[in-house]
């Protein structure tokens, strides 16, 4: 845990690519310890999925959320999850307003009637 706790340390430094290396450096001494505490990997899972998020990548952030929520059903993960989900959702309704797609799809249209 000392590593979530230094990943989220650098998560309020904005410095994302150190706290991205701090949650893999942590995974890892999870694995190699064969650690079984569920809510532990839960968190970490959480917490690399919190800096994907904040770095942009709502597609890997959903993915880790997802991740956390089969180790641990935590609440407020599936909340921060719904979240991102509706961003992701909100982003690609704007990316498809186009003008020039809308003119293709008109003239696709306008080409059908005829």
Same mark, same amino acid.
């Given at each position: @845990?000392?590593?979530?706790?230094? +990943?989220? #340390?650098?998560?309020? !430094?904005?410095?994302?690519? %150190?706290?991205?290396?701090?949650? /893999?450096? +942590?995974?890892?001494? %999870?694995?190699?310890?064969? !650690?079984?505490?569920?809510?532990?990997? +839960?968190?970490?899972? %959480?917490?690399? #999925?919190?800096?994907? +998020?904040?770095? *942009?990548?709502? *597609? %890997?952030?959903? =993915?880790?959320?997802?991740?956390?929520?089969? =180790?641990? @059903?935590?609440? $407020?993960?599936?909340? =921060? @999850?719904?979240?991102?989900?509706?961003?992701? $959702? /909100?982003?690609?309704?704007? #990316?498809? &307003?186009?003008?020039?797609? #809308?003119? /293709?799809?008109?003239?696709? *249209?306008? !080409?059908? &009637?005829?």
């Amino acid at each position: @845990m000392y590593y979530n706790n230094k +990943a989220a #340390a650098y998560i309020e !430094l904005k410095q994302l690519d %150190a706290a991205l290396e701090t949650i /893999e450096i +942590a995974l890892k001494v %999870a694995v190699d310890t064969q !650690l079984k505490d569920f809510q532990k990997h +839960a968190k970490l899972f %959480a917490r690399k #999925a919190s800096i994907f +998020a904040k770095k *942009g990548d709502l *597609g %890997a952030s959903l =993915e880790w959320y997802q991740k956390s929520l089969l =180790e641990d @059903m935590n609440p $407020k993960v599936k909340v =921060e @999850m719904k979240q991102i989900e509706k961003q992701k $959702k /909100e982003i690609e309704s704007k #990316a498809y &307003i186009n003008p020039v797609i #809308a003119e /293709e799809h008109n003239e696709k *249209g306008n !080409l059908r &009637i005829n």
